[in-house]
Structures are given as structure tokens and as C-alpha cells.
């Protein structure tokens, strides 16, 4: 993520090496959209076989019957992370596939299973991003609400890891970084972004953005950092940073409790997983700057039926960024929700002919749901 700020010194975290990965068939971007699946149902519905021919299949992919109400997920996860063309490696990421081991003593009253991962995309030095990562899932825990109400926590862990790094006196004021994280209790899952880190679910091969990408140039970012007194200069905020959202970076937010157009207050999603919900993908912007969501769980989709390898997957999409000429670090994380392969996506027949591609079935189907 480019911060427009310069590191000041060195991270001493070496680059992890990844397998060359294999390009993707198809890359498709964007879809404009006029129409929702509910309507394009009742315009099926009212259209007689022989003048249409619609068939809804060709809009929808053949979900299982028999979900069990008592799925539990198996978390397996694998990261991956390159320094890319930048001269230093300002990403941390963690990775918790059992949360219960982990925490040992203080995992009374947790739920089981329980699973923590994190990306974080440092700006203006290493120091922000490795004190985020060492104490974002403390700080969660530690918190008053926690664990009866875990959205408070999560939103009370930011807010002071944020002030955390203002009262610091060993670390660089200079530093800041954004913060995306995957809590899961059993099949409760709770994802907080602040900043352009990006969570994408992969939903039997259809990708679902969990998290928004907060850049300064998004019209509803736009508007509060307004409001704040701060302007929007080229894509900067203030002309400083490629980010509105962000934690640390205190010379630029001014004295704690001032009213500062940078805020480090997550987003916050929950959802319950199904046995639909295959894998789990967060990423620091240099991996979807040059990619779809669509495309990066199509492409890990493809692996994990080859291998099932979670830790092989992420450095296919790494490697993919690279060749697709990103130019910040690459750092990605692949969760997977159940220690068996995904299994073959099977497309019903249709009574029309089709010419467009399963990558562009899944898109096209995210486009309608999202517009109903």
C-alpha cells in the first residue's frame, strides 16, 4: 500500500519464497448491472417455455441438499509474502488456526472452534504494522466486553492500538498502518477492516467481499473526511496519504481526542458460515490492486482441488500479482474452512446456449444479488 510516505529504516522480517503459480484462463472486471435476480425470476416466471427459454439455472449453481445444521469448520490456513518491487518489506500478517491453544489460560468462556488471522500494510516505517500484529488479538481479549459482546471489543481492540501507538515513546510517530482481521468463533465469523486491505469469501466458487476498501477517493470516505476539515488532493488524504482509514500515523491526526478527518475505527462484518463457505482470502492492497475478487478465488478454488494446500495457494496468487506487474509488497492469507478438497461445481443443462465462462457465471451472479 502506498502511503506516500517513505520507510525510515529497514524491516527485519525476511520475504517468504513462494512456488511460481499458473495464470488464470480469464480475467474479467467489472459488470454493469440493471436488473436483480428477484426480477429476472418473475420475468421467468411470467414468460411462457416456448417464447423465452429462460432458464434460471444458467443464473444459479447447484447447491447441496443436504447441509448439515450442525456443520462445524476446520480451520487450515497458509500465507505468503514478498517484498515485491518496493525497497522494504512493510507488511506483518498472523495466522491462529486454533485460538483455544493459543490463548491457553485466557480462553475461558471462548467458543470453540476459534481461529485469528490478520494483514496489516504499514506505511512511514515497520514500527506501527509490528506493534498492530503483536497485540491487535490481546487487546481483543482484554477487552471489558469480551466475550459477550465481541463487535465492541473488536472496535474498542482498534481504538487502543491506535492510542497505544500515540502514547508510545520507542516508537516512530511517523508510522502508521491499516489493519484487517478474521475472528472466528465456531461458525461465527467477524471481519474489522480499517484501510484498503480487502477479505473475500469464497462461496462454492462465487467470491463475497466481506470488507470495503477505504481510499480516500471513495465518495462516502470522501464526504467524512470533509466534514473533518481534511481534503481529498490527487487521491492523497491532505495530499499525504492513499488511505482513509489507517491506525497510527499520529503526525498527521494531531493531539489525542482532536478531531482528525484520519480515523482508525473499523468496519465491521458478521456472518455464519455454511458448509457453503469454502475458504476464507485477506490481502494487503498489492495483490487487489492488479486483481478481482472473483479472479483470486477462482484462481484458489482451482489449487485447492489440485492440492488442498492453503499455504500453496497463497503464493499462487502472489506470484500472479507479480506477473501482473504489482508495485507494493504482496502479503495474502488462505483459510480454509474444511480439511477436504472443494468439490466439482456442477452447472445445470440449459435450454439456451451459453458462451460465457464459470469465473464470469459467479461474477455475474455476485452483480444481480448485490443490486436486489
Request: charged share 20%.
Amino acid at each position: 500500500m502506498n502511503g506516500g510516505l517513505e520507510p525510515q529504516t529497514p524491516p527485519d522480517s525476511p520475504s517468504m519464497d513462494a512456488g511460481v503459480g499458473k495464470p488464470p484462463r480469464h480475467h474479467l472486471t467489472s459488470i454493469r448491472h440493471c436488473a436483480s435476480s428477484a426480477r429476472i425470476a418473475a420475468a421467468a416466471a411470467a414468460a411462457s417455455p416456448p417464447d423465452y427459454g429462460l432458464d434460471l439455472g444458467t443464473l444459479s449453481l447447484i447447491s447441496p441438499t443436504d447441509v448439515r445444521t450442525g456443520f462445524l469448520p476446520v480451520f487450515r490456513s497458509g500465507s505468503c509474502a514478498e517484498i515485491g518491487p518496493k525497497s522494504y518489506m512493510e507488511d506483518e500478517h498472523v495466522c491462529v488456526d486454533n485460538l483455544i491453544e493459543h490463548l491457553g489460560g485466557r480462553a475461558a468462556g471462548i467458543p470453540a472452534p476459534g481461529a485469528f488471522y490478520g494483514v496489516f500494510d504499514g506505511h512511514g516505517g515497520t514500527d506501527a504494522a509490528c506493534f498492530v500484529r503483536k497485540n491487535l488479538l490481546k487487546f481483543i481479549v482484554e477487552d471489558m466486553h469480551f466475550p459477550t459482546n465481541v463487535e465492541k471489543a473488536i472496535r474498542g481492540a482498534f481504538l487502543k492500538a491506535d492510542y497505544a501507538l500515540a502514547d508510545s515513546h520507542s516508537l516512530d510517530n511517523n508510522s502508521g498502518t491499516t489493519a484487517l482481521m478474521a475472528l472466528i468463533f465456531g461458525r461465527t465469523l467477524f471481519v474489522a477492516n480499517a484501510g484498503d486491505c480487502r477479505a473475500v469469501l469464497g462461496k462454492r466458487g462465487r467470491a463475497v467481499e466481506l470488507s470495503r476498501d477505504h481510499k480516500p477517493t471513495c465518495k462516502s470516505e470522501k464526504i467524512i473526511i470533509e466534514k473533518l476539515g481534511g481534503t481529498v488532493f490527487d487521491g492523497y488524504l491532505n495530499g499525504q496519504l492513499a488511505v482513509a482509514r489507517a491506525l497510527g500515523d499520529w503526525h498527521m491526526k494531531g493531539p489525542k481526542g482532536s478531531i482528525s478527518p484520519l480515523s482508525a475505527e473499523p468496519e465491521l462484518q458478521e456472518i455464519v458460515l455454511s458448509e457453503e463457505d469454502e475458504f476464507l482470502i485477506i490481502g494487503c492492497d498489492g495483490l487487489w490492486d492488479v486483481m478481482t475478487s472473483q479472479c483470486a478465488v477462482s484462481i484458489v478454488r482451482k489449487e485447492l482441488m489440485q492440492h488442498n494446500n492453503p499455504e500453496k495457494c497463497s503464493g499462487e496468487l502472489v506470484q500472479e500479482a507479480l506477473k501482473r506487474d504489482s508495485c507494493d509488497n504482496l502479503t495474502v492469507v488462505v483459510i480454509c474452512f474444511s480439511s477436504n478438497p472443494p468439490p466439482q461445481i456442477e452447472i445445470p443443462r440449459s435450454r439456451v446456449r451459453r458462451s460465457i465462462s464459470l469465473e464470469g457465471l459467479h461474477l455475474l451472479r455476485g452483480a444481480l444479488d448485490s443490486n436486489a
